[in-house]
């Protein structure tokens, strides 16, 4: 990367308020600087070697670059979270800054911590970028209704099934992407054929239940009733993303889909009979279009 560059640092999970204040200051700075805008990351959660487990992510790695270009990024450049770089010291993980990735400038949030047990901060990176004589911007951390915004926050709420809250919270909709796979089929034999996809492992699974969804299949947004878990009606034993995706014909074997999660419909449960399963996803599809008529 031999554009000159302002970089945001951190991990993004969910590419939340938080982490959109940092990218609004970087675009800032970047317009100022006359340089690209661009994110430091990593290819793994921190968390997995230095406390030795892994938060449930809630994006994969493409759906967080994805995001981040949304929001007006040109350049992602995920890190190896490895050994190595676990014990860089800060002052060394400055310098690959400054030299492999021309770094022109840095925000960083005022909590953020780097290098080997973590002993660099927002103030040492602030002196460091001075002495360097390049503008170094440190955002504070954001709040929704006196709650600090965070990824950890965002994770609880989607496990509870708080989706419109969590919404206010990521300031987009919890999205999740991936590629449809054959099921059973047996959706089309009620009158209502759904996706099936396959969840990307590492990722938090949301309050299991019916939702109201959009999909994106080609650029295009649908309408779509999604349930998330075994299908206990049919004596399903695995979790399985099953959207039902509203007006829509069309083959989508093998398609990327992406979900966007709106609003949590209701639990799932058992039904006595595929007739009561039937009449029950009928009604979900209504209060979707509804929802979504009311936005």
Not at 83 to 91: I, L, S, T, V
Not at 115 to 125: F, P, T
Request: net charge neutral; proline share 5%.
């Amino acid at each position: 990367m031999k554009e000159r560059t302002i970089y945001a640092l951190g991990f993004f999970d969910g590419v939340h308020l938080g982490h959109q204040a940092l990218l609004a200051a970087c675009k800032a700075l970047a317009k100022q600087e006359n340089c690209a805008a661009g994110v430091i990351t990593f290819d793994s959660h921190p968390d997995t070697l230095v406390l030795g487990k892994t938060p449930a992510l809630l994006n994969t790695a493409e759906d967080r670059a994805r995001l981040l270009k949304t929001f007006g990024i040109q350049n992602v450049i995920a890190l190896p979270f490895d050994k190595a770089m676990m014990e860089m010291p800060w002052q060394d993980f400055f310098r690959l800054l400054m030299e492999t990735y021309h770094a022109a400038g840095i925000v960083c949030g005022n909590d953020f911590r780097f290098g080997h047990r973590g002993e660099g901060n927002a103030s040492l990176l602030r002196t460091a970028c001075e002495k360097e004589n390049i503008p170094c911007a440190v955002v504070p951390e954001q709040a929704v209704n006196g709650i600090r915004v965070s990824s950890t926050h965002i994770r609880t709420l989607l496990e509870s099934g708080d989706t419109e809250t969590a919404v206010k919270f990521l300031g987009h909709p919890h999205i999740l992407t991936g590629t449809v796979i054959s099921g059973r089929k047996l959706g089309r034999t009620i009158g209502i054929p759904t996706a099936n996809l396959a969840l990307p492992e590492g990722l938090l699974i949301p309050r299991l239940g019916v939702y109201a969804c959009l999909a994106i299949i080609d650029g295009k947004k649908h309408m779509a009733v999604t349930n998330i878990g075994t299908r206990p009606t049919v004596e399903g034993h695995h979790i399985t993303v099953e959207p039902w995706i509203l007006d829509f014909d069309g083959d989508l074997y093998g398609k990327q889909l992406t979900l966007e999660f709106h609003k949590f419909l209701r639990p799932e449960r058992k039904f006595p009979d595929l007739a009561a399963l039937q009449a029950e996803i009928r009604k979900n599809g209504e209060e979707t279009r509804n929802f979504f008529r009311e936005k």
